[in-house]
């Protein structure tokens, strides 16, 4: 129903920026909760920042005050703005998407993005 397409990552050195792009297209009803989570070599997927419809942000410890998650509702599109960037972000970045199936569903379903590299030179 839904497809995410991730765009922006990339290789950085330690200290610069990126930005990440995520556009939903498909069947899509309404949006809840939009996020970016990572995965590095050897570890599980973590979440790296969350924005719910209402605005309001989550973010990890490791990444707050660096990090800053941004929404385009009219464009179905959420960022992942990364500046200050660590060797330890060196990671691939996932969207994700939660909506609902159609007007009637209760539960959202969370779809997934391909995933897009970042490596953090140092």
């Known amino acids: 129903q839904v497809q995410l397409v991730e765009s922006g990552g990339g290789l950085v050195q330690a200290g610069g920026s990126l930005r990440l792009s995520c556009a939903a297209s498909?069947?899509?009803?309404?949006?809840?909760?939009m996020g970016w989570y990572r995965q590095a070599p050897g570890k599980q997927r973590e979440l790296v920042a969350t924005i719910p419809s209402g605005g309001s942000t989550n973010y990890a410890d490791s990444v707050k005050g660096r990090f800053t998650i941004a929404r385009d509702n009219a464009k179905n599109t959420v960022y992942l703005q990364m500046n200050s960037l660590k060797p330890e972000d060196t990671a691939v970045y996932y969207c994700?998407?939660?909506?609902?199936?159609?007007?009637?569903?209760?539960?959202?379903?969370?779809?997934w993005g391909k995933g897009t590299l970042v490596t953090v030179s140092s």
């Open positions: 498909g069947n899509i009803f309404k949006i809840n909760a």
């Open positions: 994700n998407v939660n909506a609902p199936a159609g007007p009637g569903s209760i539960w959202g379903i969370n779809y």
